[in-house]
């Protein structure tokens, strides 16, 4: 009776470790081009108020100490 031996073809090989190396560099290249950098953006949000009293959506009025909570004046 005759064994199956593997068929090696050289040919072969190189054809799908290119094939495997092409789909490796295409996932990088889509990957940079998508999730790049592209530049300053064109929308504007300005900075953001700490304070909650120093909103002008706040529901309290403005504390004169400047702190999160009324208390005891620091020295």
């Known amino acids: ?14 054809l799908w470790i290119t094939t495997m190396v092409a789909i490796i560099l295409g996932v990088g290249y889509f990957s940079f081009v998508v999730v790049a950098d592209k530049g300053t953006p064109t929308w504007d949000y300005r900075p953001v108020k700490s304070l909650p009293s120093e ?12 702190q999160h909570v009324s208390g005891k004046e620091a020295n």
């Open 55 to 66: 909103s002008p959506y706040a529901v309290y009025q403005k504390n004169p100490l400047g």
């Open 1 to 14: 009776m005759d064994t199956l031996k593997p068929k090696e073809s050289l040919v072969r090989t190189c």
